[in-house]
C-alpha cells in the first residue's frame, strides 16, 4: 500500500462516480483495545457488499497524514470514513483505502468496488 496521495486518490474515486458500486466500510479501535488500557473504550463498525451509487467522492484532510473521505449518495446520503492514511488498487481491480494507527493496526476502512466483494 502507498500513503495516500490526496490527487490520486480524488482522481481514482472520480472513476467510480455515478454507478452502482459495492462498498466496504471498518472502523475498529481493536477488539481487545481496553485490555491493554483499561481508559480506551471499544468501537467498531463493519459493513460489507453494501450496493450504492455515489454522485460525489472527496478527499479531504492531510494534516499529520490522515485523510478523510466522504461519498455524497443519490439519495443525498453521505457515507464518510476518517483517518484513512493509505491505499492500493490490488489485481481485482478493489479500490482499498486503510488507516493505520501509530503502532500500524489497522484502524479504519473504506474499500470500493464494481463487483461483490470475496465473501
Same mark, same amino acid.
Given at each position: #500500500? %502507498?500513503?495516500? &496521495?490526496? &490527487?490520486?486518490?480524488? /482522481? @481514482?474515486?472520480?472513476? +467510480?462516480?455515478?454507478?452502482?458500486?459495492? !462498498?466496504? !466500510?471498518?472502523?475498529?479501535?481493536? #477488539?481487545? *483495545? =481496553?485490555?491493554? =488500557?483499561? /481508559? !480506551?473504550?471499544? @468501537?467498531?463498525?463493519? #459493513?460489507?457488499? @453494501?450496493?450504492?451509487?455515489?454522485?460525489?467522492? *472527496? !478527499?479531504?484532510?492531510?494534516? &499529520?497524514? %490522515? +485523510?478523510?473521505?466522504?461519498?455524497?449518495?443519490?439519495?443525498?446520503?453521505?457515507?464518510?470514513?476518517?483517518?484513512?492514511?493509505?491505499? @492500493?488498487?490490488? %489485481? &481485482?481491480? %478493489?479500490?482499498?483505502?486503510?488507516?493505520?494507527?501509530?503502532?500500524?493496526? #489497522? *484502524?479504519?476502512?473504506?474499500?470500493?468496488?464494481?463487483? /461483490?466483494?470475496?465473501?
Amino acid at each position: #500500500m %502507498e500513503k495516500i &496521495d490526496r &490527487d490520486k486518490v480524488q /482522481e @481514482v474515486l472520480n472513476q +467510480y462516480q455515478n454507478q452502482p458500486v459495492y !462498498v466496504h !466500510v471498518e472502523i475498529t479501535s481493536g #477488539m481487545y *483495545a =481496553n485490555h491493554l =488500557n483499561n /481508559e !480506551v473504550f471499544n @468501537v467498531g463498525t463493519f #459493513m460489507r457488499n @453494501v450496493q450504492i451509487e455515489f454522485v460525489q467522492g *472527496a !478527499v479531504r484532510g492531510g494534516k &499529520d497524514g %490522515e +485523510y478523510r473521505v466522504g461519498l455524497k449518495l443519490l439519495n443525498g446520503g453521505w457515507i464518510y470514513v476518517l483517518g484513512l492514511t493509505h491505499y @492500493v488498487i490490488n %489485481e &481485482d481491480n %478493489e479500490f482499498i483505502m486503510h488507516g493505520f494507527d501509530h503502532d500500524g493496526k #489497522m *484502524a479504519s476502512a473504506l474499500e470500493i468496488s464494481a463487483n /461483490e466483494f470475496f465473501k
